[in-house]
């Protein structure tokens, strides 16, 4: 893939989506404060403008053509090579659309939010903005300006809106992610300035190569400072407290999409540019992924904070990506990018389930709940389904994904991949333990008068199901359009 096939868009649509998340912030700043309702109406609106945008980029993409589609490439700073390149290809559509889903889902997640509610969206809405540049863009710089973009906004939202140490959840949070960026940027520079200091295009940077070398030393940079935003262990100590500090739709929005941002900078930035890196760097990071995925494991088995869970279930998932990454072969990287998305779904259900059991309980340790699909069954499947997602049950997205990645580990690293399997074995332990002590068992009776979630509430939840369900029994028409990018990659590794 050294020159990657461009189709230019006769409709800015990549543009769309994301201008239509400034837009919204700009409305949202102008409504006054005491038109709450109001504020949650326009943060709907433009979700689902968002959603319907990206479900048309998915479905009018053409995997059989592949290369890059939708392309805008606009000139920006001659003197040093910057340009607006937005385009899309197998690799982002589906992170665009799993962004999409998740604000929209968590929008209507937080639709009983009374605190500050104009703040809290306009802030949720610079963050979403950040993910989909940083999902959209083929140039460095705007790479880099919008993953930095995504991150700020982190900390006050959980500061503010947070709860169980949220000040310390968001102040360990910014700080690793913005040590990760502090990696990201002289990574970047350096390969700008070996190149020529001429171009920040990701594609005309791979044509124009690098030595070997400079290639072991960006990448190693690239890995570990995108590697901290995706949990990489022994780097992902931030990413459970900051869920379990998080409010819900947070929480969904940093599981689901932000985490995906690290696995995507690695392989779309660092695995792109620098292979040969690549090739000297897999072995550990394969030894990283594997041990992400057996300690998040044995981990999340000791918790009794249903956040927690989640959020140690998170660090040994995406231990999967990056074993899939690793294995440098097309079912793999292909089974890794159908983690991220499989993942970013399941996870948004996971959290959207627990904050609403939290709103009613007003906690969320194990031992103090249980019995609870008595009185709330509707509540209670929903995390449910999220657990058995989460286990690699056939029939659900995450299978699919979690088996290519296996296959290709078995295949590449023998041992290791044999330790990562017996870590799902782990994990499905702890997931149906969770399971049976919160939602079976002994009821709790000061729970008996808790009322299931409504119809309007539950509608996001069953969103998140339906995808669940729908990718893992037609999974070929999200992996059709991912192997159109990941075939001439690995091809040219």
């Given at each position: 893939?050294?020159m990657?096939?461009?189709?230019?868009?006769?409709?800015?649509?990549?543009?769309a989506?994301?201008?239509s998340?400034?837009?919204?912030?700009?409305v949202?700043?102008?409504?006054?404060?005491d038109?709450?309702?109001?504020v949650?109406?326009?943060?709907?609106?433009?979700?689902a403008?968002?959603?319907?945008?990206s479900l048309?980029l998915?479905?009018?993409?053409d995997?059989q053509?592949?290369g890059?589609?939708?392309?805008?490439?606009?000139?920006w700073?001659?003197?040093?090579?910057?340009?607006?390149?937005l385009?899309a290809d197998?690799?982002n559509?589906?992170m665009?659309?799993l962004t999409?889903?998740?604000?929209?889902?968590?929008?209507l997640?937080m639709?009983?939010?009374?605190?500050?509610?104009?703040?809290?969206?306009?802030?949720?809405?610079?963050?979403v903005?950040?993910v989909y540049?940083?999902?959209?863009?083929m140039?460095?710089?705007?790479?880099?300006?919008?993953?930095?973009v995504s991150?700020?906004?982190?900390?006050p939202?959980?500061?503010?809106?947070?709860s169980?140490?949220?000040?310390y959840?968001?102040?360990?949070l910014?700080?690793?992610?913005?040590?990760?960026?502090?990696?990201?940027?002289?990574?970047?520079?350096?390969l700008w300035?070996v190149?020529?200091?001429?171009?920040?295009?990701?594609?005309?940077?791979?044509?124009?190569?690098f030595?070997?070398q400079?290639?072991?030393?960006?990448?190693v940079?690239?890995?570990?400072?995108?590697?901290?935003l995706?949990g990489?262990?022994p780097?992902?100590t931030?990413?459970?407290?900051?869920?379990?500090?998080?409010?819900?739709a947070?929480?969904?929005i940093h599981?689901?999409v932000l985490?995906k941002?690290g696995?995507?900078?690695?392989?779309r930035?660092?695995?792109t540019l620098?292979?040969?890196?690549l090739?000297?760097?897999?072995?550990l990071m394969?030894?990283?992924?594997?041990?992400g995925?057996v300690?998040?494991?044995?981990?999340?088995?000791?918790?009794?904070?249903?956040?927690?869970?989640i959020?140690?279930?998170?660090v040994?998932?995406?231990g999967i990506?990056?074993?899939?990454?690793?294995t440098?072969?097309?079912?793999?990287i292909?089974?890794?990018v159908?983690?991220?998305f499989?993942?970013?779904i399941?996870?948004?259900?996971?959290f959207?389930?627990?904050?609403?059991?939290?709103?009613?309980?007003?906690t969320?340790m194990?031992?103090?709940?249980?019995?609870?699909?008595?009185?709330?069954?509707?509540?209670s499947?929903?995390?449910?389904?999220?657990?058995?997602?989460g286990?690699?049950v056939?029939?659900?997205s995450?299978?699919?994904a979690?088996l290519?990645?296996?296959?290709?580990?078995?295949?590449?690293?023998?041992?290791?991949g044999?330790?990562a399997v017996?870590g799902?074995?782990?994990s499905?332990?702890?997931m149906?333990?969770?399971?049976?002590?919160t939602f079976y068992?002994?009821?709790?009776?000061?729970?008996?008068h808790?009322?299931?979630?409504p119809l309007?509430?539950?509608?996001?939840?069953?969103?998140?199901?339906?995808?669940l369900?729908?990718?893992?029994?037609?999974?070929?028409?999200?992996?059709?359009v991912?192997q159109?990018a990941v075939?001439?990659?690995?091809?040219?590794?």
């Amino acid at each position: 893939m050294l020159m990657t096939a461009m189709e230019f868009a006769q409709f800015p649509i990549l543009s769309a989506i994301l201008f239509s998340t400034l837009v919204a912030l700009l409305v949202i700043l102008f409504i006054p404060h005491d038109r709450p309702k109001l504020v949650k109406q326009v943060s709907l609106g433009f979700a689902a403008l968002g959603l319907a945008l990206s479900l048309y980029l998915y479905l009018t993409f053409d995997p059989q053509k592949g290369g890059l589609q939708f392309v805008e490439r606009v000139l920006w700073v001659k003197s040093l090579g910057i340009y607006y390149f937005l385009a899309a290809d197998g690799m982002n559509v589906p992170m665009i659309l799993l962004t999409a889903v998740v604000l929209f889902t968590g929008v209507l997640t937080m639709w009983e939010l009374d605190k500050r509610v104009k703040e809290y969206f306009a802030l949720t809405y610079l963050l979403v903005a950040g993910v989909y540049g940083v999902f959209m863009s083929m140039d460095l710089f705007f790479i880099f300006v919008w993953y930095d973009v995504s991150l700020f906004p982190m900390y006050p939202l959980i500061a503010i809106w947070g709860s169980t140490r949220k000040e310390y959840g968001a102040m360990k949070l910014t700080l690793y992610l913005l040590a990760g960026s502090a990696l990201i940027l002289p990574g970047i520079l350096y390969l700008w300035a070996v190149a020529g200091g001429t171009t920040f295009d990701l594609f005309e940077l791979q044509r124009l190569g690098f030595d070997v070398q400079v290639q072991r030393i960006a990448f190693v940079m690239l890995y570990l400072g995108f590697g901290i935003l995706a949990g990489v262990w022994p780097f992902h100590t931030w990413s459970p407290v900051g869920h379990v500090a998080a409010p819900t739709a947070v929480s969904m929005i940093h599981a689901g999409v932000l985490m995906k941002l690290g696995a995507y900078g690695i392989l779309r930035v660092g695995m792109t540019l620098c292979p040969e890196g690549l090739v000297y760097w897999a072995d550990l990071m394969a030894l990283l992924a594997t041990i992400g995925i057996v300690y998040g494991a044995f981990v999340g088995l000791a918790q009794t904070d249903l956040k927690y869970v989640i959020g140690y279930s998170s660090v040994s998932h995406m231990g999967i990506v990056g074993l899939g990454l690793a294995t440098m072969t097309v079912d793999g990287i292909n089974g890794a990018v159908f983690q991220m998305f499989s993942h970013g779904i399941m996870t948004a259900l996971f959290f959207s389930a627990v904050g609403y059991i939290y709103d009613k309980t007003h906690t969320k340790m194990i031992p103090e709940l249980g019995g609870l699909s008595k009185t709330m069954p509707k509540a209670s499947a929903f995390f449910i389904v999220a657990a058995f997602c989460g286990i690699g049950v056939p029939c659900m997205s995450s299978f699919w994904a979690e088996l290519l990645v296996f296959i290709s580990a078995v295949k590449t690293y023998p041992v290791r991949g044999i330790l990562a399997v017996s870590g799902l074995v782990v994990s499905a332990l702890f997931m149906l333990r969770v399971v049976q002590k919160t939602f079976y068992g002994d009821k709790n009776p000061k729970w008996e008068h808790i009322p299931d979630v409504p119809l309007f509430l539950a509608s996001p939840r069953i969103i998140l199901v339906g995808i669940l369900i729908f990718y893992g029994l037609f999974p070929r028409l999200i992996l059709d359009v991912i192997q159109s990018a990941v075939v001439p990659f690995v091809n040219s590794l």
